[in-house]
């Protein structure tokens, strides 16, 4: 790709947000449509970006000359898989946020229509490009964190009547779950992005802050299949909000800040058993580089897309990636409808291997 790469958002809420990640990154791609079924937000982000089309119908950006080279999805859970088909049928590549679809025998059935595809389709997990969280997994890289032994995620936001007023939201039909598929699933994607596969979950869940269909407060006893073990809390109703992110290594500690909506951000703490590898530790934290032109969130995602696409290299988040969000979801909603624990790997003749959604 000599040229900028031509982007178009679809769903204008946190769309928005993406809208001017596209725009931060104005060298490498050039954000030439926004689609939203609300004509007036439409035409309202494309005046105050200024992007040339405003449009209403996504499929009307799927063809012709001024088509986009990405589609970026950002509307409502149930519409992620018919836009991400769609537009890999037309030959766009694909960005879609979480969570990506409602089950993983249609991850499964995505997956492989990717793979037919010549564009190709990554989610959404922007939690992932913060310079804390990434000076983790650098001395992950440069061996000096040991085995893993605890990891604690919690994710304690607020949600109220105001949130819970746009309609697809609280509802398992549209939403597809509550505090863990739309909230903590950025904390739980990071905890397997820094220690691997999850092997078991225990979960409990209960829907006490809100008057919604779905769960709004989450407690699940985790084992890795490293053998570390990780505790999981999430709900929507706490004062302040906060999120933590604390790991329990051989020969270190690190823990994020508090910022309930930055918990990858720097400052990070790295805490070593004793002095030479605190020096170690400190040493390697210098040499860091974060490889992604110094973008976080959003941005820090695209930027790694744009260079993937470049080099043919792994997409900086996957499809495999998402499916592992998913099949812990499975997981976990499995475990407080049945009160049993649920082993890991999820296969096809599991009875939630089509969904999780209560009957
Ligand atoms: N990654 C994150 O941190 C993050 C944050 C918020 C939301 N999200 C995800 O983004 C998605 C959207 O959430 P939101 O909070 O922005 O919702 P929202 O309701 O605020 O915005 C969705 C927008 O999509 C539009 N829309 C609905 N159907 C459409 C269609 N067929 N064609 C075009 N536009 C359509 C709506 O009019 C609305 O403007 C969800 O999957 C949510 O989980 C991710």
Redesign the pocket.
């Known amino acids: 790709m000599s040229q900028r790469t031509r982007v178009a958002v679809?769903?204008?809420?946190?769309?928005i947000q993406h809208a001017a990640a596209w725009k931060q990154l104005g060298d490498l791609f050039d954000l030439v449509a926004v689609?939203?079924?609300?004509e007036k937000?439409a035409q309202l982000v494309a005046e105050k970006l200024g992007v040339a089309r405003a449009l209403?119908d996504?499929q009307a950006l799927l063809t012709g000359p001024d088509a986009p080279d990405v589609l970026d999805i950002?509307?409502?859970?149930h519409?992620?898989f018919e836009m991400s088909v769609a537009a890999l049928r037309a030959g766009k590549h694909v960005i879609c946020?979480?969570?990506l679809v409602p089950s993983l025998a249609i991850c499964d059935e995505l997956t492989r229509i990717e793979a037919d595809a010549p564009g190709r389709l990554m989610p959404?997990f922007?939690?992932r490009f913060g310079k804390g969280l990434l000076k983790l997994r650098h001395l992950i890289a440069e061996g000096l964190v040991g085995r893993a032994y605890l990891s604690t995620i919690e994710t304690a936001w607020l949600r109220g009547d105001d949130y819970y007023a746009?309609d697809?939201r609280g509802k398992w039909k549209s939403e597809l779950g509550g505090v863990l598929t739309?909230h903590a699933i950025?904390a739980h994607d990071i905890l397997c992005n820094v220690i691997g596969p999850v092997k078991s979950v225990f979960a409990r869940v209960t829907t006490r802050v809100n008057a919604i269909e779905t769960e709004d407060c989450a407690a699940v006893a985790v084992e890795m299949a490293d053998g570390s073990l990780a505790t999981l809390s999430a709900t929507l109703g706490s004062r302040p909000e906060i999120s933590r992110l604390r790991f329990c290594f051989e020969q270190l500690t690190a823990e994020s800040s508090l910022a309930p909506y930055q918990p990858s951000f720097d400052p990070w703490t790295f805490t070593a058993g004793h002095e030479e590898q605190q020096a170690r530790v400190d040493a390697a934290l210098r040499d860091f580089d974060d490889a992604g032109g110094g973008y976080e969130l959003y941005a820090g995602q695209f930027a790694r897309f744009y260079a993937a696409l470049e080099s043919g290299d792994a997409l900086p988040v996957t499809l495999a990636d998402a499916r592992a969000s998913l099949e812990l979801l499975t997981a976990i909603y499995h475990s407080a409808q049945t009160g049993e624990p649920v082993e890991l790997p999820i296969g096809p003749d599991h009875p939630r291997f089509e969904g999780w959604l209560p009957a």
């Open positions: 679809v769903g204008l809420g946190i769309g689609c939203d079924v609300d937000r209403t996504y950002c509307t409502p859970p519409l992620h946020e979480k969570p959404i922007q939690y746009v697809w739309t950025h």
